[in-house]
């Protein structure tokens, strides 16, 4: 079961994409867990990075500050970072803070990884 | 690294020449300095004269102050200086009333030099760890220090007091995080007839976010001097803010400028919460969108720009998400619709009754459950011409 406070973070292995699954909050408390377990993937050297966001609750500034940086790296990686399965409230944050214009969004898994 | 020095004390003359005798290699190769004292006063002289001595080596009899009432000093007044207790064997009643008092150790007479020496190390050693114990103390302070200069920095970002007008009452409230937070707001004079607002908040929180939020205001203030357009404004704080950012900091920054001649209210929204337009018959309205984002992020973006008209008896509402954020203890978030319910509330309210209302209110909603993010708003009324209730009352 998932704690309202908490952040999981369950990792799938597709065969274009690492899948990074987050359950729960990204907040100023645990966004360092999160930096954590993206820079492990990235520095395993994925050739994407596809965040599906279907069971996270709430992203705050110091999340999505994680997600800018991950995207950072991976570009210079040449890799892709991917996002899906956005709430509605999560969505509105994108938009609001206009990282819709900036990281690619996507509405389910499927569609993200054909971009691939 | 100098001779450690070493305060003998003893009343028996022949115990200085036995010391000097015994110790005389390492005296000579300057890894010991003794001092010698022949009661406990002189001790307590000598090591008012000679503030580096930390270990004192005394005997118990002695005229004038004997070796107890020195320890019982040392210990008051001196807790960076160790004692060890040299007395006659079999005098253990004595002893055990030294190490009471603090002694740290105790050799018996006659003394054995190689126990003596194994017992001087062990106290040095001990009392070097004291001091660095100390001395990272005393580095937690500053770095306490630090942390209070970077709360300091963070409260300098707003303005210290708000001007005031014929024509409008303003009024801001910023209840900080008990972290450094990177929120910040402010209003300032373009001329007599132009006013600025801005509310921004940092991704980060700390003295990293502290200082980020100093440089975004002071760039934002410098470029309203030289650009009328805030869109134009947001695009040049952008690229400074987009260069070397290699932490991936950014802030969401509303900036707009109202004339009070027409009441036009231009602004450009870069990635943060849309304020609220409210009339004086209490709706409620969100300043859309201008299709930007956040600064700091991407760096050659033509920010864009809109235009709404206020006219007296109107409010500005500029917030961040620290107050739609706010959760209580079932982590229930306080909201848009409470916000707004708030702010659309029958009874007008002038500036400052609405940044109170809204504050007072997610207080009640949050129920003192721990506040994560800093809690900003600033509102700006124009006074109605007709004087009514609502558009009445600078602060």
Known sequence: MTNKTQLTIRTEQDEKAVILCLA??????????????????????????????????????????VLLLAARRMQAAKGKTLFCGLSEQIAEVFRVSGFDHILPVFGTRSEALATV | ??????????????????????????IRKGEYEFLF?????????????????????????????????????????????????ISAYGDMDNIRTAMNRGAFDFVTKPVDFNDLQITIEKTLKHINALEQ?????????????????????????????????????V????????????????????????????IADV????????????????????????HD?????????????????????????????????????RYSNGGHNPPRHLTEDGAVSELPLTGDFALGIADGHDFGENLVTVVPGDALFLYTDGITEACNHQLDEYGEDR????????????????????????????????????????????????????????Q
Do not use: W
Request: with cysteine.
């Open chain 2, 203 to 226: 991704s980060d929180k700390g003295v990293p976010a502290a200082l980020f939020t100093m440089i975004t205001r002071a760039l934002l203030k410098s470029s309203s001097r030289r």
């Open chain 1, 24 to 65: 729960g909050r990204v907040d100023g408390t645990n966004a360092n867990v999160l930096d954590e377990a993206v820079r492990d993937k990235i520095d395993a050297g994925q050739p994407a990075l596809l965040f599906d966001f279907e069971e996270l609750e709430y992203i705050s500034s110091a999340g999505l500050r």
């Open chain 2, 339 to 394: 916000l707004d319910g708030v702010l659309g509330d029958g009874a007008p309210m002038n500036a400052r009754e609405l940044a109170e209302s809204v504050v007072g209110s997610v207080e009640r909603f949050v129920d003192g459950a721990t506040q994560f993010d800093d809690i900003t708003c600033l509102s700006l009324r124009l006074r109605s011409p007709s004087g009514s209730a609502g558009a009445n009352g600078s």
């Open chain 2, 171 to 198: 009024h801001a409230i910023m209840n900080p995080a008990k972290e450094i937070g990177g929120d910040f707001y402010d209003f300032f004079e373009l001329d007599e007839h132009r006013l600025g607002l801005v």
């Open chain 2, 229 to 265: 357009s805030p869109a134009r404004c947001l695009h040049e704080v952008n690229e400074f803010l987009c260069q070397d950012n290699d932490a991936c900091m950014f802030v969401t920054v509303f900036y707009g400028v109202l004339d009070l001649r027409d009441g036009s209210f």
């Open chain 2, 133 to 169: 114990a100390l001395k990272n103390r005393d580095r937690l302070v500053a770095i306490r220090r630090e942390l209070d200069v970077a709360k300091q920095v963070q409260l300098s970002g707003v303005p210290a007091e708000l001007p005031v007008g014929d024509a409008f009452g």
């Open chain 2, 1 to 26: 690294m100098g001779a450690t020095r070493i305060l003998m004390v003893d009343d028996e003359e022949d115990l200085e020449l036995l010391v000097r005798q015994r110790f005389r290699r390492r």
């Open chain 2, 37 to 85: 004292a022949h009661n406990g006063k002189e001790a307590l002289e000598a090591l008012e004269e000679n503030p580096d001595v930390h270990l004192v080596l005394s005997d118990i009899n002695m005229p004038v102050m004997d070796g107890l009432t020195l320890l019982g000093q040392l210990e008051e007044t001196k807790p960076d200086v160790k004692a060890v207790i």
